[in-house]
């Protein structure tokens, strides 16, 4: 059932409010993700794609005909180091946006064992203490922003490979494949949680909002902060 509710001239109220505000309550909303958070996440998450469509027909003859999406591998050559700028240049954003509210809590940690990672995604987890984000989500956005510096690093290497040493070259070769194999890995994982795995979590980087059921399953110590229940 749609929780959305309409103001005198027919405007949703809950997406009118998360234009620049989150964290607060509208009708049976929450605004989790203000719509400036929501555009450089996407920025992030683009330019991500551009490089792994660009990236992987550059790196294996298996994925060449993927190149015909860009016009060719030529075209794919031109692309892909441009891309990766944008896409770190919108990772650091990310970082300065986020960065403060991603610093873990003392006692998170063990909430990181494999043991204790099951029972959350099987909601078997009663940690009334989950604020606004889980150790598991500051812990992706801490490699997503190291794997965005050793991609870039690497990168430029390769981008510009007479300027470097025959060793930096090949370190860089070897950091840049690994580095993008287990980036890969990590955001299967992320888009995974936030879509299918959690329904209703998708909802805040399109619409801005999750219910409010949503947020006391998931982020219980955040929505008693947001529903004025708790300091
Ligand atoms: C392309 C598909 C993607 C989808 C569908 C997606 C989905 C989402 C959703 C729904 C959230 C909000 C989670 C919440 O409010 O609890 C989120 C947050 C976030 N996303 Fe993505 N995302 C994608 C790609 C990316 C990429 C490529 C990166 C980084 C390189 C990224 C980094 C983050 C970070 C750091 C957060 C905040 C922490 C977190 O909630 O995990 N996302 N994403």
């Known amino acids: 059932m749609s929780v ?11 997406v009118t409010a998360g234009r620049d505000r989150e964290d607060i309550v509208v009708g049976g909303e929450i605004v989790r993700h203000r719509r400036s958070s929501r555009f450089i996440h996407f920025a992030v998450a683009a330019t991500f794609i551009v490089c792994l469509l660009t990236g992987l027909p550059i790196w294996t003859p298996f994925f060449t ?9 030529s075209f794919c050559r031109w692309l892909h180091p441009w891309a990766g700028i ?6 650091l954003v990310m970082f300065v946006h986020w960065a403060g509210q991603m610093t873990f809590e003392p006692g998170e940690k063990s909430w990181l064992s494999p043991k204790r990672l099951m029972s959350y995604l099987e909601y078997r987890d009663d940690n009334t203490d989950v604020g606004k984000y889980n150790p598991g989500q500051k812990l992706q956005f801490w490699c997503a922003i190291l ?8 990168g430029v290497v390769m981008w510009f490979p007479a300027s470097f040493p025959q060793i930096v070259r090949e370190l860089s070769i070897l950091l840049h ?6 980036f890969v890995m990590l955001i299967t994982w992320h888009v995974y949680l936030g879509t299918a795995a959690e329904p209703g979590t998708f909802h805040s980087m399109t619409r801005g909002t999750v219910t409010k059921a949503w947020a006391r399953l998931h982020h ?12």
């Open 86 to 91: 944008f896409f770190a240049v919108s990772s």
């Open 177 to 182: 494949s690994l580095t993008f194999i287990l």
């Open 147 to 154: 794997a965005a510096v050793g991609l870039l690093a690497s």
């Open 65 to 73: 005909w993927m190149a015909t999406l860009f016009g060719g591998l």
């Open 220 to 231: 219980p110590k955040w929505y008693r902060q947001v529903m004025g229940l708790e300091k």
């Open 4 to 14: 959305a509710s309409l103001d005198t001239h027919g405007a949703d109220v809950a």
